[in-house]
């Protein structure tokens, strides 16, 4: 769940960002291709919608890097079965948007179950169990997963929504 509020409260001159496309409230809210400065530095939001519709990555060219979320995790991808999630759009912004960069690019995902930190776009477009398939393979494996309910979404996107202030 977001701990924008909390984060905005001690920290009064905090900016929140979020994609337009999510439908969240957000102090700026950005586009596919936008350029997010900070510094010296810039990263560049690249859609990639699928697990949520408002989901992106993040791709910093000069450090050759992309902070994928949850649409491309290592060896896996984020689950398409609520929040207007669909593993058909999933597929397509994973193989048009990150399996397009060079295949050094490390891939830093949301987070990993097993401890893993990084990976490269190569060795995901290679080895992802999932990712790596065809189309029609993915959205089998998709379908066939039968995950449970995630035990505090019922309160995370009320608050996601809100951008943790209510």
Do not use: W
């Not at 399996?99 to 949301?110: G, M, Q, S």
């Amino acid at each position: 769940m977001t701990g924008t509020g909390v984060l905005k409260q001690r920290l009064p001159d905090l900016r929140s960002y979020i994609s337009r496309a999510a439908g969240a409230k957000a102090d700026l809210l950005f586009e596919d291709g936008a350029l997010i400065s900070y510094g010296r530095r810039s990263l560049r939001v690249l859609a990639t919608p699928g697990h949520t519709d408002g989901c992106v990555s993040f791709l910093d060219s000069e450090f050759g890097a992309v902070f994928t979320g949850d649409a491309l995790l290592i060896g896996g991808c984020g689950r398409t079965d609520f929040q207007a999630g669909s593993a058909d759009v999933l597929y397509d912004s994973v193989h048009t948007k990150l399996f397009t960069l060079p295949e050094n690019t490390i891939v830093f995902p949301a987070h990993d179950y097993q401890g893993k930190m990084e990976s490269t776009i190569g060795v995901e477009k290679a080895t992802n169990p999932r990712l790596s398939k065809s189309k029609g393979e993915f959205l089998e494996i998709m379908a066939a997963l039968k995950l449970d309910y995630p035990k505090q979404i019922d309160r995370a996107l009320p608050a996601n929504m809100e951008c943790g202030v209510f």
